[in-house]
Structure formats: C-alpha cells, structure tokens
C-alpha cells in the first residue's frame, strides 16, 4: 500500500489550499482515511478522519476551515483548507486505516504572515 500526498506549499496567510492524497494498493474504499499533521517542534495531530462510507470526524481544534473529503473512484482523499494561518504551518500526512495503519509521506504546508 502507497500512499502519496500532494497539494502543499507555499501561501499567505487567509488564503487556501486543497490537499490530496492518493492511494494504491486495492484498500482505499474500505478504508477510513486520516490526514494529521506535525508542526516543528511538535507532536504529530489529528486534523479530520473520513470513514469508507463517509462519514467525517475534525479535531475540535480543527472544525470550521478543514473540510475532508473523498472520491472512491480515484483512491483519493482531499482536505480543503481554508483563512490559512502562521500556525497552520506543519507536514501534513494522511493515513489509511483497513486493519492496520498505512502512512504516507508528508506535504508540507508553510503559511507565511
């Protein structure tokens, strides 16, 4: 199983951005789909889940400008963020739960003020 997240970069702050994460390997629509992230310094953290059938779960911290999504049909799982801010600055990674826990490599999200 492969999992591989894009969508990061560079933005200023109030802006936007849609992260994507694609997965291979034949588990993507029985799986719940995560994206977390990590700031410097800090513990990696939950930002929002997404069961197969999709139904969604946000961090406290998170609900409001995180919205996760899915397409089946393309082994993705998207999470939109919206009035990006300095302390959104983080990798954020997603995983794929079907039994045991898949991670992919981080895309990195830096918000400048």
């Known amino acids: 199983v492969q999992l591989q997240a894009s969508g990061g970069g560079l933005v200023q702050a109030g802006g936007s951005l849609r992260l994507s994460c694609q997965a291979s390997?034949?588990?993507?629509?029985?799986?719940?789909m995560g994206w977390y992230r990590q700031a410097p310094g800090k513990q990696r953290e939950l930002v929002a889940t997404?069961?197969?059938?999709?139904?969604?779960n946000y961090a406290d911290s998170m609900k409001g400008r995180f919205t996760i999504s899915r397409d089946n049909a393309k082994n993705t799982v998207y999470l939109q963020v919206n009035s990006l801010k300095p302390e959104d600055t983080a990798v954020y990674y997603c995983?794929?739960?079907?039994?045991?826990?898949?991670w992919g490599r981080g895309t990195l999200v830096t918000v400048s003020s």
């Open positions: 995983n794929a739960k079907s039994g045991i826990i898949f």
């Open positions: 390997g034949g588990i993507f629509s029985r799986s719940t």
């Open positions: 997404i069961t197969s059938d999709g139904n969604t």
